[in-house]
């Protein structure tokens, strides 16, 4: 997954629970025996319009965190309670500096407050400080070691770092003290899921999707677990529940589109995920990375050679897309740009001579003699004297070291790569016009089907083009 880190899922969950429980739980509650009834006969006074209790929690109820927030500063005290209802508020309000200052001085009054600690613990998260956010967990579950929420962060940190038996023995704590702890059961879930005990995982994630069945995070587990487990069916309903949810989240569509291409071979599904993605957010490298892949396989070579640029223009440092880019160029027979694709893909991968090989078969392709002979001689600079592919160039400059280098090939023990090697001989006979031998040898290299080597493609796109009579 994502694209989105498991812990920052866990902790925007945790923040939604906690802040407004911090705020709204323990707001004093009145009582029976605090309401006035009427006696017979007397007529109520109208309601009192100064801020009480009752009216900020339905304020944080309905979402208005800064009225809450106005009205809770004209009746705060000075007490535990109050101040970590405060804090609670501000928090949710996004006021995290002063939350920090309430904080401080209801811990410097009391500095074995659990619930004031784990407030604070989540200020220090959201300021970036992860030290002072374990070290401020910590104390918490120190001072209560049933508080519940505290113990889920703490587990979803360790989750966050790999540390799966830790992270393990915190949810496993929270979720003994608070069954229902939504941040427990899905952080306790993805640490079983990356132990593999898919089943298990599965007990808690099905807890969690039932508690909050409008999480959409809770569906996006599970469906990983269903995935492991073989139920592709079930893991895309799980991930159209959570788009259905929350439908204009792109990662939920990649997500979809990724299961649906790889697990499922819905192909115009995945399709139609990716391009909806794009369209969220036309910044995000990965749905191009995909949907590239996508019209590659569909034979839409210029719908995948843009997005292969706009994924490079995003992201330079994502090479693998280089040769990609090259091998559809190469076959639209843009001879330059597929040489200049290569050469990156080289600067790329600096030991992969092959792809000095292709960008030298790009350059021969366009018929200058001369521009041939002087890139043949710079670019075989780079190639070691022993390496195969050093015998692969010089048999493009020479006329008759093509046997040499040919029996050089034939020896390779690994049918794959003599094959692999095969296709560059089999490029220069056709160029030579000698359409017999290159008709076999591109035979070769295109019956091999060697997954993920250009080669192979670029050989059965050369056959069905030029080769329709043999």
């Known amino acids: 997954m994502k694209f989105c880190s498991v812990y920052a899922r866990l902790f925007c969950a945790a923040a939604a629970v906690i802040f407004m429980l911090s705020a709204c739980n323990t707001l004093p509650q009145k009582g029976p025996a605090d309401q006035t009834v009427p006696e017979k006969g007397q007529v109520e006074k109208p309601e009192d319009t100064a801020p ?22 004209k009746i705060k005290t000075d007490d535990a309670e109050s101040l970590n209802a405060y804090a609670g508020i501000l928090m949710a309000n996004g006021e995290y500096e002063k939350a920090e200052e309430v904080l401080a001085k209801l811990l410097e009054k009391d500095p074995g407050n659990s619930d004031a600690l784990l407030n604070m613990a989540l200020v220090k998260g959201i300021f970036g400080d992860i030290d002072s956010e374990k070290d401020f967990l ?34 496993e704590s929270a979720i003994a003290s608070d069954p229902d702890n939504i941040v427990a059961l ?28 409008g999480n959409p995070f809770t569906y996006l587990d599970r469906s990983n677990v269903r995935a492991a487990l073989g139920d592709s069916k079930g893991a895309e309903s799980d991930l159209t529940s959570a788009i259905n949810l929350e439908p204009d989240y792109f990662w939920h569509y990649i997500d979809r589109g990724r299961l649906r291409v790889r697990e499922i ?6 399709l ?13 490298f990965y749905s191009y990375v995909f949907r590239a892949g996508i019209y590659d396989d569909m034979g839409e070579l210029e719908l995948a050679a843009a997005d292969y640029r706009k994924l490079l223009e995003l992201k330079p440092d994502y090479y693998f897309a280089y040769s990609s880019l090259a091998t559809i160029q190469f076959i639209m027979e843009d001879w330059d740009e597929s040489r200049k694709s290569f050469e990156k893909a080289f600067r790329a991968e600096p030991e992969e001579y092959a792809f000095l090989a292709a960008a030298s078969l790009a350059v021969m392709r366009q018929g200058d003699k001369t521009k041939t002979a002087n890139y043949l001689k710079k670019t075989m600079d780079y190639i070691p004297v022993d390496n195969i592919y050093y015998h692969v160039l010089r048999s493009f400059r020479e006329s008759n070291y093509d046997t040499y280098a040919l029996r050089m090939i034939k020896e390779e023990e690994d049918i794959n790569i003599r094959n692999k090697l095969l296709f560059y001989i089999a490029e220069l006979y056709f160029i030579r016009d000698m359409k017999s ?3 076999s040898y591109l035979a070769m290299v295109r019956d091999t089907k060697l997954t993920g080597f250009y080669e192979a493609k670029i050989a059965a796109a050369e056959i069905e083009k030029y080769f329709e009579d043999y």
């Open 265 to 270: 071979s819905d192909r115009q599904g995945a």
């Open 186 to 213: 899905t952080g306790y879930g993805s640490t079983l899921v990356r132990q593999e005990e898919y089943e298990k995982a599965r007990e808690y994630l099905d807890r969690a999707v039932e508690l909050e069945p």
């Open 437 to 439: 031998a290159a008709y």
């Open 272 to 284: 139609d995920d990716f391009t909806r993605a794009i369209e969220l957010n036309p910044d995000n």
């Open 52 to 73: 009480s209790y009752e009216q900020i929690q339905k304020l944080m109820e309905a979402g208005d965190t800064a009225a809450a927030a106005e009205e809770f500063e």
């Open 138 to 171: 910590e104390k918490a579950i120190e001072a209560n070691p049933s508080n519940a929420d505290a113990s889920a962060i703490r587990g979803s940190l360790y989750l966050s770092e790999g540390k799966l038996k830790k992270a393990g023995e915190l949810f």
